[in-house]
């Protein structure tokens, strides 16, 4: 065995040894499961993911632990006079250094087993619905970051043990380098920055953590890391040594210690910064949030943008949703920068902090709680409250990336269609704005009056109307689709000749049909899940559309007729037992044919109610995303969504009553009988001794 | 051979070691003496590359044995005034920790534990937590381990302070014994115990040494009277 080995063997059995490791262990127990009980509670109903929650409770407790677990480690060897003993044996001080640390970091590690073990126990308990989905490999990036982590802060308590005879200077100078120096600054800047440049958001070590505990992982954090834990070795290193250096004729052997040290640090802060510099992120598969950070519809977005953006976010670092958040940012920056797009530079801006810079951003035009999109001169506000997600995000992208020109979407009237501007449960308020978001104006277009259909106008949408069209609307459709128009078809009846006769002649015939014994939420609805491999519907695989008694789809004897750029082409997009309920047909463009021509697109969906603000909010399922991919293709952006809506949302289950169950389970109950069975063993150990 | 030569050590401007300089040869013990404040221990931790000199060699098979500190320190045995044990292991337990430690092969340990044990008669102790132990008998844990791995220098500082007369005539006898296959050099104030065991006595007073008073062969009441004179008469 190597000296390295036998000292980190014998570190474990003095720390092990200790009473005030004990209780170190049983105070940091009950800490963590505080602190984990808060961010449960806060994070109730939320995207952040389990692990990234319980990584974020124990990340900041660290610090403080490995100062305990560690203070001893040296200073107990030099106040006992056993330091005489080690270093007149055949030993270098650096593995003496390493071996100390490797026990100490050891026992820090076994600690964070021990709480994860407790936590996920007393979750599984009381509150099983939190871990549904959440397996303990989800865990395996968080444990990773707490264990780079918890190198460093062991390495710097192993240091300040060496330098100190009494173990409380010893601990209480490795708490004020971890803890107390860099928050201290980190609230020093935050609170003298100039108002205009205050751009930071999470402390680092927090985010650090948040971040790894999701499966966003960078070079840069990691090395850094690990340069650091290093120079804290090297420090605790050469403490070790200077114990021989007394007397006079060590002078020059102190100065040239002392210069090793200072040629170090300076080192490994070029490291740190060359780390920095050469930096490169990657999401881990199995990370805490599914891996998949980003849908195809972002990546692709962020892939074909270039320049610069600016994201500011405009709310307050106490608010629950800044965290999330700010990861979000975060990776959205990394994501883009990994695809070759634009440069996404994220700042913050706390309506309490940085008045100077929330004024400019309300001179804007935005409010608190609002994400604000810039590139150059153009300016997108996406508001917090309205139901952010990722799609929200890339669109606001999207629309500071696009040319500055806001094509329509039209939506028909005058036939008992639901309104875009209705906000009750019936109207379609919702997917209207997220429709303005992606760029588009949503506006009524008459097709009774006189007025032609604007020539901006990127698609009409018909959402379930209830009477028939007049033959004169009917043409005067039918007259845009020949001009290479796009029409999105919500239907609603079968009663209306009108729009059957368009329907008819765009290759699309409806019939009506049940779908007994088909899977559905409320007995009147179907669950639809089997898409085709259609652009539309090909991202939301594996998800679930919901359909209120939907009509089904046929291809009409238009279908296939005619050559070149006049043959209708049919396909389905969405099917259930077989039966088409939304379908998609296009007059358009062959090899070899003039491509000029605009191909006309028509989709049209059973149910017209889909989409309505009352289903959206209902369940938490992919009608939103189908419909934008609707408008989408036939806008012709291209650029397709997958549902995510509510899959990572977490949901412990636990009432009023259980979590303080939960509390006093994990922040009381379980510390306590490990504080007494663990004071026993060591007793009864001491006592047999 | 272990020679030292001309060993000088001070803290800021107070010297407390002057060109201290002698040999001592394979078997041969040595004693070095005199009052408080004499520069014993500081000698005896230079020796044992615990402390920098400021100047001088310490020369063993030729060669000058500080510059090559760790080849040094696997032929030196070192015990220091207070012996300061792990207390919650074991005799067996603590000093397998130690021969491990100096790089003993984990074949050669047990042997070398059980020699140990034998010669500084500790063995019915091998089981007995270390916290358990009288002071004499943990001083002998700690001479133990500084004989663990046979070395050919063996330092102990003060090693006769603080034990009673059953233990200081063990002590004897264990020194005795070591001191066949290494050079002893031990610091203390016990002279008539020491002349028992003692080749020569190195007398050192203000950093210096003062008298060299052979022991081998002679008379040790009179040894014993030339010693505590010497120590006097460099005293006044």
């Known amino acids: ?689 | 051979m272990f020679e030292v030569r001309n060993i000088s050590f001070s803290y800021s401007q107070r010297k407390i070691l002057r060109d201290v300089s002698f040999v001592v040869s394979p078997g041969e013990a040595i004693g070095i003496v005199g009052e408080n404040g004499a520069g014993k221990t500081t000698l005896l931790k230079v020796l044992a590359t615990l402390a920098c000199p400021e100047s001088g060699s310490v020369i063993m098979d030729a060669q000058d044995a500080l510059s090559r500190p760790l080849k040094y320190r696997r032929q030196l045995g070192y015990l220091s005034e207070t012996p300061a044990l792990y207390d919650d292991m074991t005799v067996k337990a603590y000093l397998e920790y130690r021969a491990a430690l100096k790089g003993e092969p984990d074949k050669r340990i047990r042997r070398r534990v059980q020699e140990a044990t034998e010669m500084c008669s500790i063995v019915e102790y091998a089981k007995t937590p270390i916290r358990k132990l009288s002071f004499g008998l943990k001083k002998r844990v700690a001479l133990a381990d500084a004989v663990l791995l046979r070395p050919r220098v063996l330092l102990l500082d003060d090693f006769l302070a603080g034990l009673d007369f059953g233990m200081r005539e063990a002590a004897s006898n264990i020194i005795s014994t070591v001191a066949a296959f290494a050079s002893v050099i031990v610091t203390g104030h016990e002279i008539a115990d020491m002349a028992k065991w003692t080749t020569r006595f190195l007398v050192l007073s203000g950093g210096v040494i003062s008298s060299v008073i052979p022991a081998a062969g002679a008379d040790k009441e009179q040894v014993v009277s030339r010693v505590e004179n010497a120590i006097k008469g460099a005293k006044s």
Request: aromatic share 8%; proline share 3%.
């Open chain 1, 1 to 689: 065995m190597s000296a390295t080995t036998i000292t980190m063997k014998r570190t474990v059995g003095m720390v092990r040894s200790l009473y005030s490791t004990v209780l170190s262990f049983s105070v940091f127990l009950s800490a963590a499961a505080l602190l984990f009980s808060f961010a449960l509670d806060a994070g109730e109903g939320g995207e952040t993911s389990l692990a990234a929650i319980w990584t974020s409770a124990v990340s900041p407790l660290l610090p403080i632990l490995a100062a305990f677990i560690g203070m001893d480690v040296w200073s107990e060897e030099r106040r006992t006079g056993r330091i005489e003993a080690l270093l007149s044996a055949p030993v270098r001080e650096r593995e003496y250094t390493l071996g100390k640390f490797l026990g100490v970091w050891a026992t820090v590690l076994a600690a964070i087993i021990l709480f994860l073990v407790s936590s996920v126990a007393a979750l599984a308990i009381l509150a099983p619905s939190a871990l549904t989905g959440s397996t303990l490999v989800k865990f395996i990036p968080g444990l990773f970051a707490l264990a780079l982590q918890s190198a460093l802060w062991c390495a710097v308590a192993l240091a300040a043990s060496a330098a100190f005879k009494h173990s409380a200077a010893a601990a209480l100078t490795a708490i004020a380098a971890t803890v107390a120096v860099p928050r201290g600054i980190w609230f020093a800047l935050m609170a003298w920055s100039g108002q205009d440049k205050f751009s930071y958001g999470e402390m680092p070590l927090d985010a650090h953590a948040f971040d790894m505990a999701n499966g966003l992982f960078s070079t840069g954090v990691i090395l850094s890391y690990a340069i650091l834990a290093v120079f804290a070795l090297f420090l605790a290193s050469k403490f070790t040594a200077a114990l021989r250096l007394g007397g006079r004729g060590a002078k020059s052997l102190r100065w040239s210690t002392a210069t090793a040290i200072a040629i170090a640090a300076a080192l490994a802060l070029s490291l740190v910064s060359l780390a920095g510099r050469l930096d490169f992120s990657f999401v881990l598969p199995f990370g805490g949030k599914d891996g998949q950070t980003f849908t195809q519809r972002t990546q692709s977005i962020l892939a074909e943008t270039r320049g610069e953006i600016d994201i500011t976010a405009f709310l307050s670092r106490k608010d629950v949703r800044f965290r999330p958040l700010s990861h979000f940012l975060r990776a959205l920056a990394k994501e883009s920068e990994m695809l070759g797009g634009a440069r996404i530079a994220v700042s913050y801006v706390d309506p309490h902090w940085d008045v100077g810079a929330a004024e400019r951003l309300v001179r804007a035009g935005a409010s608190e709680d609002t994400l604000v999109f810039e590139r150059g001169r153009r300016r997108a506000i996406v508001n917090l409250s309205d139901g952010f997600d990722e799609r929200a995000c890339s669109s606001a992208i999207l629309r500071v990336a696009l040319p500055p020109q806001r094509r329509a979407v039209c939506w028909t009237h005058g036939h008992g269609e639901i309104s875009f501007e209705a906000y009750g449960a019936w109207g379609m308020s919702d997917i209207a704005r997220d429709i303005a978001r992606d760029g588009y104006r949503n506006e009524r277009i008459d097709l009774a009056s006189q007025e032609p259909v604007p020539d901006d106008c990127a698609l009409i949408i018909v959402a379930g109307p209830k009477n028939d069209f007049s033959r004169a609307e009917a043409g005067k459709l039918d007259a845009y689709l020949r001009k290479g128009g796009r029409l999105l078809l919500l239907l609603h009846s079968l009663d209306a000749p009108g729009i059957a006769s368009i329907m008819s002649g765009w290759g699309i015939r409806a019939s009506q049909t049940a779908f007994p014994g088909e899977r559905t939420l409320s007995g009147s609805d179907v669950i639809v899940s089997d898409f085709s491999s259609h652009p539309v519907s090909a991202p939301l695989e594996n998800s679930q559309v919901v359909l209120e008694k939907p009509f089904v789809f046929s291809p009409s004897a238009a279908v296939g007729q005619g050559g070149g750029a006049d043959r209708i082409d049919f396909a389905p997009l969405a099917s259930v037992a077989g039966s088409c309920v939304a379908a998609v047909t296009e007059r358009g463009v062959r090899a070899g044919d003039d491509l000029a021509i605009r191909p006309t697109r028509i989709i049209a969906v059973g149910d017209a109610a889909f989409a309505m603000n009352g289903r959206l909010a209902e369940n938490a399922n992919a009608n939103k995303d189908f419909f934008l991919n609707c408008v989408a293709f036939l806008a012709g952006t291209d650029a397709m969504g997958a549902a995510s809506a509510g899959k990572n949302k977490l949901v412990s289950g636990m009432d009023r009553h259980a979590r303080l169950e939960f509390v006093v389970a994990t922040s009381i109950a379980i510390p306590g009988v490990f504080f007494l069975v663990a004071l026993s063993c060591v007793a009864f150990k001491r006592r047999r001794a």
